[in-house]
């Protein structure tokens, strides 16, 4: 499944390398196995900034050494912390955020996103994008607590003034409702 129809993140990538240019700072608010943060690094090139954050030793130390393997650590920012305390490492506008909540596949599912941080991160996130830029939110509401987070991010996103915002959904219509799918979140102007 590596095209970009059928695979949620490839398409996500896509859609993120229309607003992306050399030299911008990005975040990738949740690590994993760092696919998305190397996605962004290479993005960005060699004058660009990528934030990486996640709570989880494995996924900090996963994201490590892929960046290193592909030899992108310097311009990757790997922090052990929660994405809803982003404001105390990031100063500087943001061109692209991505969000793909849940827990990490082949770990712990006990460590997952939360509706609650979720919704603070995005609160946080949507304070310093930068006009022309895109947050990305993939959610997984398959999950014990998927189905509340789903809601949480919903209810939230859905009250954001459409004069300074456009909410998008991308969703499969024909697999099952909790297939993973993804609200794009573009702030106007720039
Ligand atoms: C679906 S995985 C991310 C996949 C990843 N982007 C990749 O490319 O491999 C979700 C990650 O969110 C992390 N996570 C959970 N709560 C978090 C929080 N409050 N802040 C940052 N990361 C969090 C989990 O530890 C897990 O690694």
Redesign the pocket.
Known sequence: MNNIFSNI?LFTHNILQAVIKSGDHVL???????????FLAKSVGSQGIVYS????E??IF??SALLSEHHLLERVRIIH????NMVKYISKGLKAV?F??????K?DHQ????PE??VI?LGQALDILLPGGLITV?I?SGHESGESEKKAVEEYLKNLDKTKWDVLIWSFLNRIPTAPFLIVIHRRGG
């Open positions: 993140n990738d608010a949740t690590a994993g196995n760092g696919h998305d943060t190397l954050f996640d709570i989880q494995t996924a996963n994201t912390d929660g994405h809803e991505i793909n909540l849940g827990y990490l596949p770990s460590v997952k996103t939360l941080t979720t991160a993939t997984y």
